[in-house]
């Protein structure tokens, strides 16, 4: 069983154009390390997030994170790509979103070692987060 969504995690989704043609941008801030521990998800070989949203996704559909990670005032843009839904009422409480997939990218592998190492420890941990 999950736990409820981090008070401390604060998504703000920025719809695509009315045609479809531009990936929607989330913006996520992360101001402590419990609510980076909830989202992460250290499956995916080059790192992920969930993202909590009711916005319905399609899976491979292109999304824009800007994210904010604890106690760093820079913010990194990350062009992922929907890899799981979690949708509205799934059992056992979860809360609904998608899992985005980080692309395979030095840029981005670099945020992925940041991440991890912003965790530490704790990415073992066998704490219930919103992913697995």
Known sequence: ????????????????TSTGTRPSVIQLVFREKGALY??????F????LFVPTTRDYKLSEDI??????PDDPQRYPVAGKVAWITPANASGGRTQGVGVRFPSDEKTR?????IEEIL?????????TQTI
């Open 45 to 48: 070989t080059d790192g992920g």
């Open 120 to 128: 530490g420890t704790s990415i073992s941990s066998a704490k219930p």
């Open 64 to 69: 824009y994170l800007l994210l904010s990670l």
């Open 1 to 16: 069983m999950s736990e409820p969504l981090p008070r401390n995690l604060v998504p703000t989704t920025t719809p695509a």
């Open 110 to 114: 670099l945020l992925k070692l940041k």
């Open 38 to 43: 909830a989202a992460y998800i250290p499956l």
